[in-house]
């Protein structure tokens, strides 16, 4: 069982930047294919940045150029940097984990409770 706990939400103005972290409860982060979702109101959870075992990231291209998303297993830590924020933005920030060894993905997946952003005009 892991637990993901998201932080660094806030309220920003248009252009402004914000960095999330997603703090994992487990052993050994470093298993754990990590994602950054989000959720507007009134649309579906759109898949915004993720982070392989190996460090590989993708970006959705809405975000391309302004997040980056990094991972320190040390410290057992992901984190999004974002910056240029848009009003388009504004959304309710969720941290995902899926457990992989050796290229394949075990059964299941791990949630935060998320964190809101929300960028004004």
């Known amino acids: 069982q892991v637990q993901l706990v998201e932080s660094g939400g806030g309220l920003v103005q248009v252009g402004g930047s914000l960095r999330l972290s997603c703090a994992a409860s487990?052993?050994?982060?470093?298993?754990?294919?990590i994602s950054w979702y989000r959720q507007a109101p009134g649309k579906q959870r759109e898949l915004v940045a993720s982070?392989?075992?190996?460090?590989?990231?993708n970006y959705v291209d809405s975000v391309k150029g302004r997040f980056t998303i990094s991972r320190d297993n040390a410290k057992k830590v992901v984190s999004l940097q974002m910056s240029s924020l848009k009003p388009e933005d504004t959304a309710v920030y969720y941290c995902?984990?899926?457990?992989?060894?050796?290229?394949?993905?075990?059964?299941?997946?791990?949630w935060g409770q998320g964190t809101q952003v929300t960028v004004s005009s």
């Open positions: 487990t052993d050994n982060i470093s298993f754990y294919f």
């Open positions: 995902n984990a899926k457990k992989v060894r050796g290229g394949l993905y075990y059964p299941g997946d791990y």
């Open positions: 982070i392989s075992t190996s460090s590989n990231t």
